[in-house]
Structure formats: structure tokens, C-alpha cells
């Protein structure tokens, strides 16, 4: 069974940072793409980052120039570096991971709050 297992969130003061990390418990997975979504309440679901093969990388214009994601496939971990963190980024934050075959996986989610 496949899990991922995310960590780092919490809270933080707005214009600090925090780093979040995901990583793989389980199967080894070749992954395809990996990224964040975040989810705020009542609000819908969102992609936040992703990394496609080959390194492409893809984020959400609201983040854009703040948060960095990486990733190391050998390991099965990605990162996201989230900086000058904004009240409007409180949210809980869900890795997901797509191996090439499997399919896709998502973590339970880890809370950030900025306080204003």
C-alpha cells in the first residue's frame, strides 16, 4: 500500500516561510509528475505547483515569485519552499504523485496558517 506522507506545515506570521516535504511510504513509485494542492475553506480545491518530467514546472499565478517546488524522484520526495507566506496561503496543502503506471496518489494534507 502506497502512502504519502507530508510534513512541515504549521503556523507562521505573514512574510515568513515554511517548507513543506512529501515522501513516499511503501512502494517505490516512478513518478511521472509530482506537485501541492491546496485547499482553503470553503473553497475548492487548487493546483499550487506541479513538476512534470523532464523538469518542466508549473504554479499557480497567486504564488508565483514565492514558492519554489522540487523534487527528487529517486527518493520519492518533493518539496515546496513556500516564502513571504500570505493570509490568503492559509490553507491545507495536499502532495499528490503520479507513477507511470500505478496511477496517482495523494497525502492526507498538512494545515498552514498565516496570521496576519
Known amino acids: 500500500q502506497v502512502q504519502l506522507v507530508e510534513s512541515g506545515g504549521g503556523l507562521v506570521q505573514a512574510g515568513g516561510s515554511l517548507r513543506l516535504s512529501c515522501s513516499t511510504s511503501?512502494?517505490?513509485?516512478?513518478?511521472?509528475?509530482m506537485g501541492w494542492y491546496r485547499q482553503a475553506p470553503g473553497k475548492q480545491r487548487e493546483l499550487v505547483a506541479t513538476?512534470?518530467?523532464?523538469?518542466?514546472?508549473i504554479y499557480a499565478d497567486s504564488v508565483k515569485g514565492r514558492f519554489t517546488i522540487s523534487g527528487d524522484n529517486a527518493k520519492n520526495t518533493v518539496y515546496l519552499q513556500m516564502n513571504n507566506l500570505k493570509h490568503e496561503d492559509t490553507a491545507v496543502y495536499y502532495c499528490t504523485m503520479t507513477d507511470v503506471i500505478r496511477g496517482g496518489y495523494w497525502g492526507q494534507g498538512t494545515q498552514v496558517t498565516v496570521s496576519s
Open positions: 513538476i512534470i518530467s523532464g523538469g518542466t514546472t
Open positions: 511503501g512502494i517505490f513509485l516512478r513518478i511521472s509528475t
